[in-house]
């Protein structure tokens, strides 16, 4: 298992930006994929974004394809999300997930989660 602590999260004015940043402890960072998915009341949790191992490969959803970047640095056991352009339909928990493989987008495969942070854009 691997402990994730989120942080970053607020509430932002359409338009803006938000840098979500998580932080993991308990395996050799650098051996697993990362993700971020995020979740809104009533509603399943959904992906959002990937990265590979090495961070070589990422993966985003088409809702957020051309604004949101993920990133990782494994000398600081941290992965990161750059969301631009916010929208009022980013509005959402979001969670940051430890894959059990060293690439992939899907749910199944993370099985550690951080808390989540809250992530506000009002209409």
């Known amino acids: 298992q691997v402990q994730l602590v989120e942080s970053g999260g607020g509430l932002v004015q359409a338009g803006g930006s938000l840098r979500l940043s998580c932080a993991a402890s308990?395996?050799?960072?650098?051996?697993?994929?990362m993700g971020w998915f995020r979740q809104t009341p009533g509603k399943e949790r959904e992906f959002v974004s990937a990265?590979?191992?090495?961070?070589?490969?990422?993966y985003y959803a088409d809702s957020v394809k051309g604004r949101f970047t993920i990133s990782r640095d494994n000398a600081k056991n941290t992965v990161y999300l750059q969301m631009n352009n916010l929208k009022p339909e980013d509005t959402a928990v979001y969670y940051c997930?430890?894959?059990?493989?060293?690439?992939?987008?899907?749910?199944?495969?993370?099985?550690?989660w951080g808390q989540g942070t809250q992530v506000t854009v009002p209409s």
């Open positions: 997930a430890a894959s059990l493989a060293y690439d992939s987008r899907h749910e199944a495969d993370f099985n550690s």
């Open positions: 308990g395996r050799t960072f650098g051996s697993f994929a």
């Open positions: 990265i590979n191992w090495n961070g070589r490969n990422t």
